[in-house]
């Protein structure tokens, strides 16, 4: 038997753009920061099996690395993107403190990856604020 560390520690992550401003971030450059965050989070070894762009926050599916915390894994993604944003925009962008990572198990995979898919459908009918507030409650953290 070999001596390794293995681990399948599903993460949904949630986090919003400072203030929570929805006019900054248009449809065009979400598409990109998607691509970007897909493969920025390839390079530095975490697994991103979905993610969805919204004008004022995000909503990613990963696989925490063995070699991780949550904590490096949102300071790498939110730090180097908010860079990359920068670069692409002609207004100073910054992700808001803060953010939600909440455990997904096995069975419930493809239920999470619909329902960041279908973000824009969803939030049509429900705002950012009570989404995540529904989030808070359903893993009975407030």
Not at 13 to 36: A, C, D, P, Q, Y
Not at 100 to 116: M, P, Q, R, T
Request: aromatic share 12%.
């Amino acid at each position: 038997m070999s001596v390794r560390s293995y681990t399948k520690i599903w993460l949904h992550l949630i986090w919003g753009t400072h203030k929570r401003e929805k006019s900054l971030l248009n449809k065009e450059i979400r598409v990109k920061i998607s691509n970007h965050l897909v493969e920025y989070s390839k390079q530095k070894g975490i697994y991103m099996k979905a993610n969805y762009v919204n004008s004022e926050h995000v909503h990613a599916l990963i696989d925490l690395p063995t070699d991780k915390t949550i904590e490096e894994v949102m300071r790498l993604i939110k730090g180097e993107s908010s860079l990359w944003i920068n670069k692409q925009v002609d207004f100073k962008f910054l992700w808001g403190k803060g953010y939600g990572a909440f455990s997904v198990s096995e069975s419930n995979l493809d239920k999470v990856v619909k329902y960041i898919n279908g973000q824009e459908e969803h939030h049509r009918k429900k705002s950012y604020t009570e989404e995540y507030d529904e989030f808070l409650r359903a893993y009975k953290v407030s």
